[in-house]
C-alpha cells in the first residue's frame, strides 16, 4: 500500500471519545480508533465494562451518565487535546407502541438517545473552539430514523440525531469541525443474543398491544436484507473510522447507512 494512503488513516497523536463504549457498537469502534493509533477515551455508565475495553486498548475508561448534561459537561471539558467525538451511547430498550408506553419511558428513550448527543458534544466543541482545533464529530443515528421500526420514542431521536448533525455541521465548519452521523442497520451485538437466549428481557413485551411497528411486514423486512446477513460491530467501526480520519476531511454534514442494503426493500 501507498504510504500516503496508509497515512489518510493514521490517528496517531489524537485523542477520541467514545461514548457508550463498553459494548457492543461502541466498543467495536473504541477498538478500532485504538487500532489506527488514536488516544482513546472510553465512556460508560458500565465503568467495568469501560475498564475492561480501555485496559485492551491502552485507552482510559470514565464513568458518565450520557443523560447527566452537568457531567458531561465537567468530564468532557477535563479531557485535554480531545479531537474526535463518537457518540455512540443510546439504548432502544424504550421500545412500544404508542398505546402502551407511558410518557415517562418516551421521554426517557430521547434523553438517552437524542438530548445526550447533545449534552456531549456541546463542550466537546466549545473546548475544541477555544483551542484552535479542527475536529470531527460521528454521532450514531439508526435506520430507525428513516424506517419507522422501534417506536414514536427510540425513532424520533434517530431521526433527530440525524438532524442534529447535519445542524452541527454547519454550525462548526467555520472553524474547521465537522461533524457526520452512521446509521447501522441490523447489528449482530450481544445484547440481542442475550434476549434470544432469555438471559435479558425481550425488546417487545409478548403482551403489547396490536402494532404496525414490530408486525409481519418489519419482519419481513428484517429477514430479507440485500446482502443476505447482519452486520457486526467492526463494519460500524470501520465506517467510524473513515469518517474520523483525514480521508474524510471534505465530508461533512452527511449521514451514512450501514445497513447491508436495508433501505433497498
Known amino acids: 500500500m501507498d504510504a500516503s494512503i496508509a497515512a489518510l488513516f493514521d490517528l496517531s497523536g489524537r485523542t477520541a471519545l467514545v461514548t457508550g463504549g463498553a459494548t457492543g457498537i461502541g466498543e ?15 465512556a460508560d455508565i458500565d465503568t467495568d465494562g469501560a475498564e475492561r475495553v480501555a485496559g485492551d486498548i491502552g485507552g482510559t475508561a470514565i464513568a ?3 443523560t447527566d448534561a452537568d457531567a458531561c459537561a465537567e468530564i468532557v471539558t477535563g479531557i485535554e487535546c480531545l479531537d474526535l467525538v463518537v457518540n455512540n451511547a443510546g439504548s432502544y430498550h424504550q421500545a412500544g407502541s404508542i398505546l402502551d408506553q407511558p410518557a415517562s419511558s418516551w421521554r426517557t428513550s ?3 438517545n437524542l438530548a445526550s448527543v447533545f449534552n456531549v458534544s ?9 483551542a484552535g482545533r479542527p475536529g470531527s464529530f460521528v454521532n450514531l443515528a439508526s435506520v430507525d430514523g428513516a424506517l ?3 417506536g414514536t420514542g427510540y425513532d424520533s431521536a434517530k431521526a433527530g440525531v440525524i438532524q442534529f448533525t447535519r445542524s452541527l455541521a454547519l454550525d462548526l ?5 465537522r461533524a457526520n452521523a452512521i446509521s447501522p442497520g441490523h447489528i449482530e451485538v450481544d445484547t440481542l443474543r442475550r434476549m434470544r437466549s432469555g438471559e435479558i428481557p425481550a425488546l417487545w413485551p409478548a403482551d403489547s398491544s396490536v402494532t404496525g411497528l414490530m408486525g409481519p411486514m418489519m419482519s419481513q423486512r428484517s429477514s430479507n436484507i440485500p446482502l443476505g446477513r447482519s452486520g457486526t460491530p467492526d463494519e460500524i467501526a470501520h465506517a467510524a473510522l473513515f469518517l474520523s ?8 454534514g452527511q449521514n451514512l447507512f450501514v445497513d447491508g442494503g436495508w433501505l433497498l426493500v
Not at 173 to 177: E, Q
Open 64 to 66: 458518565l451518565d450520557v
Open 28 to 42: 467495536g469502534i473504541a477498538r478500532v480508533l485504538a487500532a489506527a493509533g488514536a488516544a482513546v477515551v472510553v
Open 148 to 150: 419507522p421500526c422501534l
Open 110 to 112: 430521547i434523553d438517552i
Open 122 to 130: 456541546q463542550p466537546a466543541a466549545r473546548a475544541m473552539v477555544a
Open 173 to 177: 465548519a467555520p472553524h474547521g469541525i
Open 245 to 252: 480520519s483525514d480521508a474524510a476531511r471534505y465530508v461533512t
